[in-house]
């Protein structure tokens, strides 16, 4: 059983730098990708980006100027980072294992969640 | 960029059959997954591949995908059901992304 856990800052200012942390406990995260994605309260799941170990990525257009995404496979854990946040960057915010069988792509496994809140 | 249309909300009555639509421009020619997910808690995949349901879920959740409409399907909904239900395909239209519907409540009456 594959299992993420979220880490970081609750709270962060405005124009500053949303920082977070995935950990997986897994043998390897090689070999899948590693996704963010995001849940303002009371709406729906936006998809943030991706990135493998190999350093494959890509991220969602309209937050692609202010995201980005890293993996540290010695630590098993990969990050986030918005910058220039706004309130409208506050929201829950899931890690999740993207894997593609047979071609098909799909988040099996996937953290708690962690709310991050823009605010002074 | 790709676009999936999902009603806000769908309500049924317990023992009844709940039938959630998602809208796509030629959705049946892409793989369809859905998730569920309930208050506080992280989303769940319960169908996949349009059909396919992973371990662990119940043979009440189903789906079909053709033309433009993909559809998940709860037979004998029981309370438990009641969550939020999302579909999602990958999109390569444009380039490699994916793309979430915008999610529907299911209320069990």
């Known amino acids: 059983q594959v299992q993420l856990q979220e880490s970081g800052p609750g709270l962060v200012k405005p124009s500053e730098t949303l920082s977070l942390t995935c950990s997986v406990s897994?043998?390897?995260?090689?070999?899948?990708?590693w996704s963010w994605i995001r849940q303002p309260p009371g709406k729906g799941l936006e998809w943030i980006g991706y990135?493998?170990?190999?350093?494959?990525?890509n991220y969602s257009p309209s937050l692609k100027s202010r995201v980005t995404i890293s993996v540290d496979t010695s630590r098993k854990q990969f990050s986030l980072m918005v910058n220039s946040v706004t309130a409208a960057d506050t929201a829950v915010y899931f890690c999740?294992?993207?894997?593609?069988?047979?071609?098909?792509?799909?988040?099996?496994?996937w953290g708690q969640g962690i709310l991050v809140t823009v605010s002074s | 960029s790709y676009v999936l249309t999902q009603p806000p909300s769908v309500s049924v009555a317990p023992g009844q059959t709940a039938r959630i639509p998602c809208g796509g421009n030629n959705i049946g020619s892409r793989s369809v997954q859905w998730y569920q997910q309930k208050p506080g808690q992280a989303p769940v995949l319960v169908v996949y591949d349009d059909s396919d349901r992973p371990s662990g879920i119940p043979d009440r959740f189903s789906g079909s995908n053709s033309g433009n409409t993909a559809t998940v399907t709860i037979s004998r909904v029981e309370a438990g059901d009641e969550a939020d239900y999302y579909c999602q395909v990958w999109d390569t239209s444009t380039d490699l992304h994916v793309v979430f519907g915008g999610g529907t409540k299911l209320t069990v009456l």
């Open positions: 990135m493998s170990s190999t350093g494959t990525s």
């Open positions: 897994v043998d390897s995260i090689s070999s899948f990708f």
């Open positions: 999740a294992r993207m894997t593609s069988p047979g071609g098909i792509t799909l988040f099996d496994f």
